[in-house]
């Protein structure tokens, strides 16, 4: 069992950035990739970003260029957005792979308005 903890998310102007936390708990030796996946409103989950153990790398289209997902060794993925835009809004979530299972996060909320 993996528990994910998001945090991060808020509201920022357009042009602005932010920076999202996601802390895995639990079963994490088995965990062989993280991402980020956002839901939009009236939209379906789609992928932004995912790294795995190997420190492989994979962006969507619409943000690469503008967001950069790290991880560090205790479990934790970030998200790095910047040059935000308002159709970046969206409720960011945690996706982690481990032994073939995907766990979600309860997801943050990003908004981008003036």
């Known amino acids: 069992q993996v528990r994910l903890l998001e945090s991060g998310g808020g509201s920022v102007q357009p042009g602005g950035s932010l920076r999202l936390s996601c802390a895995a708990s639990?079963?994490?030796?088995?965990?062989?990739?993280m991402g980020w996946y956002r839901q939009g409103p009236g939209r379906q989950r789609e992928l932004v970003a995912t790294i795995t153990t190997g420190g492989q790398l994979n962006y969507a289209e619409a943000v690469k260029g503008r967001f950069t997902i790290s991880r560090d060794n205790a479990g934790t993925v970030y998200l790095q957005m910047n040059s935000l835009k308002p159709e970046d809004t969206a409720v960011y979530l945690c996706?982690?792979?481990?032994?073939?299972?995907?766990?979600w996060g309860r997801g943050t909320q990003v908004t981008v308005s003036s």
């Open positions: 996706g982690v792979d481990a032994r073939q299972i995907r766990y």
């Open positions: 639990g079963s994490i030796s088995g965990i062989n990739a």
